[in-house]
């Protein structure tokens, strides 16, 4: 039954180009819908004020921790199930799913607890003006309480692409991102509601996707997700944090370099922090794709690591790579030539021109370098060295980006500051590599297996 089941899936035998789209394209159209929810819900908040710009860029920390703890859990996941799957080892493969959702479901209740009691305490680290404490305040607090729905889609959609299915989180992601884009207008021009409607629409958004994730997984042909299967396993956990916790450490140290950011931003104005704010928006529709890639990437090195096939890891690792410096590339070139269309789609003030134009031709300089370092960190969260990414995180955003970006800010001017991205993705880029020759000589070059 096991062979069986090994050979039905299309991650053991077809050719690896076709293969990689056939799993990465559906989940690269999602994340696209999901930028594209991004950039439209600040186009719609920034047609308020700036001040609400500035509120939603402020409360962004915290709705990125949030994220992080859903996707970095969800990834453990997702590898080590596509690992079982890849052993033929069904059973495990099934009671690693419950445990995502055990998993999903306590982390929501945590996060609950800290958006009620310390949203405020900590955007109140970073102003103390009234209004936008406020309105950061009120966003933060309905995003994170009401978060139950995010950590269920999301893994409920790393569970699918495990198995490699990869159109029906495709499908959920589309759904609760239009679903938000649709209620967006409503319930912030309409009911009035302003950045709170934002945050409602994000929220019936995530429920929207959460239940028809539910629905898709209970037909996945794989796997069968059943209630026995959720009661939680000490050893299957610890699998699934093994590369889980140090994802979701890579992933928390972008809400602690985004909150640094800002404070160093905002000493020299509000707006500055807005384009930080803007930036992040514009960054999700070219990076989004990529990492839409990697997820598709992910399962399939997984399933061929735990099935022992050399060839086909070597041969995913060098497609997607190429896919992504290919789409970086074009994001270089979009935000090198046209830099006021896009921050005109968001209100953008003379000041936040006069801010964001060299911001952007800055920092998209380190593109095409990032679409590297992610194809390589894929491997890393495929073969369970999960540290290799945290360690890479840690030294990029805080050893070096916070560093360079307060030293050229203090001696250079705002416009300096934009420079320390690429400093630090050129040091990522040189960990990257190290880590992965390590991984190659230990984890890949030993594997004995068939040719694709």
């Known amino acids: ?49 700036e001040t609400a710009l ?3 860029s402020l409360a962004f920390p915290l709705q990125n921790l949030v994220i992080a703890f859903a996707i970095g859990t969800s990834v453990g996941v997702n590898s080590f199930l596509a690992r079982k799957l890849g052993e033929g080892d069904i059973e495990s493969a099934e009671k690693t799913a419950g ?20 949203a405020e305490p900590f955007l109140a680290l970073f102003t103390n003006e009234p209004e936008l404490l406020k309105q950061a305040t009120t966003y933060s607090k309905i995003v994170i309480i009401c978060s139950f729905g ?18 029906h989180p495709m499908i959920t992601q589309m759904v609760g991102a239009i679903t938000n884009i649709i209620l967006d207008p409503i319930f912030i021009f309409v009911f009035k509601l302003g950045v709170a409607g934002a945050a409602i629409a994000t929220v019936i958004g995530q429920i929207v996707g959460m239940i028809f994730a539910i629905y898709f997984v209970r037909k996945n042909k794989f796997i069968k997700v059943r209630i026995r299967k959720i009661r939680p396993d000490k050893k299957i956990i610890k699998s699934i944090y093994a590369v889980g916790v140090p994802t979701i450490i890579t992933n928390s140290i972008g809400t602690i370099m985004t909150s640094l950011m800002n404070s160093i931003l905002i000493a020299f104005s509000s707006t500055a922090v807005s384009v930080f704010g803007v930036y992040f928006k514009l960054n999700s529709f070219i990076f989004m794709p990529i990492f839409g890639l990697n997820s598709g990437m992910v399962p399939i090195i997984a399933y061929n690591y ?33 830099p006021e269309a896009l921050l005109s789609l968001f209100s953008a003030s003379e000041e936040m021109l006069a801010i964001g134009v060299p911001a ?3 920092i998209s300089l380190h593109f095409i370098i990032a679409a590297a370092c992610i194809s390589l960190m894929s491997t890393f969260q495929a073969t369970g060295i999960g540290f290799a990414a945290m360690t890479i995180s840690i030294v990029r955003q805080l050893v070096v980006l916070i560093p360079s970006a307060w030293l050229l800010g203090k001696f250079g001017g705002l416009h300096s ?3 320390s991205f690429i400093f630090a993705e050129i ?26």
């Open 1 to 49: 039954m096991s062979l069986q089941t090994t050979e039905k899936n299309i991650m053991g035998y077809e050719r690896i180009p076709r293969l990689v789209m056939k799993i990465s394209t559906p989940l690269m159209l999602a994340m696209l819908v999901q930028a594209l929810y991004n950039i439209v819900d600040s186009i719609f908040v920034a047609m308020l004020s």
């Open 54 to 56: 500035t509120a939603v």
């Open 99 to 118: 445990n995502g959702l055990f998993l999903a479901l306590c982390t929501w209740v945590l996060f609950a607890f800290i958006g009620m009691f310390f």
């Open 150 to 167: 995010c950590f269920m889609d999301i893994m409920i959609e790393r569970i699918l692409q495990g198995t490699g299915d990869s159109i």
């Open 306 to 338: 735990g099935a022992r096939n050399k060839d086909r890891i070597i041969k995913t690792l060098k497609f997607g790579a190429s896919i992504a410096v290919l789409l970086m590339t074009l994001g270089t070139l979009i935000f090198q030539f046209f």
């Open 360 to 362: 952007l031709k800055t």
């Open 417 to 419: 500051v934009w420079y």
């Open 427 to 452: 040091t990522a880029l040189i960990l990257c590599i190290s880590f992965f020759r390590w991984v190659y000589r230990t984890k890949i070059k030993p594997l004995e297996g068939i040719n694709a």
